[in-house]
């Protein structure tokens, strides 16, 4: 068994600088306020990326703390760790990410969340699901991607969606 172990505090907050550096409203406190979310966040790779997913998104490190506070308290009674199995820190990064999706990219998401964990081919977002009203999925995919909910491959005929994700969603 290999264990892994969540960030140190100096590595999790310069990734959250560098990943939101493009997009991120920045300000003289980035770096105090970057460690902040990254103490918040347990230091969680997954959260780590979801946050800056939505950080980068024309947001600030204290704006983001802000919209977790308030998801926070939405979370605590569903995000446990007894039940979901988790991080709560994955659950709380996840709600403030999923707020920010248009309906379209929440509708995909929600989709996306019955398939199995592996990679998704593109021409998947071709077909038209019974009872939908078409939507562009690829603009759909193109927003849970923004907010690192979802990744493409290098190669770009496939897209996956954490498997963390998929169950908090």
């Known amino acids: ?9 100096e590595d999790a907050a310069r990734y ?10 920045k300000r003289d406190d980035d770096a ?16 780590l ?6 950080i980068r998104r024309g947001m600030n490190f ?4 802000e919209v977790w506070e308030k998801n926070r308290a939405r979370v605590r009674g569903w995000g446990r760790r007894e039940i979901a199995g988790y991080h709560i820190a994955v659950a ?16 995909l998401l929600e989709r996306l969340a019955f398939l199995a964990p592996e990679p998704v081919p593109l021409s998947l977002l071709d077909v038209s699901v019974p009872g939908v009203a ?5 603009a759909a995919l193109d ?21 963390l994700v998929q169950d908090t969603t």
């Not at 306020?33 to 966040?41: I, N, Q, S, T, Y």
């Not at 990326?49 to 939505?54: D, F, I, L, S």
């Not at 078409?134 to 690829?138: G, L, R, V």
């Not at 927003?143 to 498997?163: C, I, K, N, P, Q």
């Open 134 to 138: 078409a939507e562009d999925q690829n």
């Open 16 to 25: 959250l600088l560098d990943a939101s550096a493009n997009g991120r409203v």
């Open 1 to 9: 068994a290999l264990e892994l172990d969540v960030l140190e505090l």
């Open 49 to 54: 990326e979801m946050a800056a997913g939505t």
């Open 92 to 107: 709380e990064a996840w709600q403030g990410s999923v707020d920010q999706l248009t309906d379209a990219g929440r509708a």
């Open 62 to 65: 204290a704006g983001y703390r």
């Open 32 to 47: 105090a306020m970057a460690e902040v979310v990254a103490k918040d966040l347990g230091q969680l790779a997954l959260a």
């Open 143 to 163: 927003d849970v991607v923004r907010y690192s909910l979802a990744r493409r491959d290098a190669e770009g005929g496939t897209f996956l969606v954490h498997r």
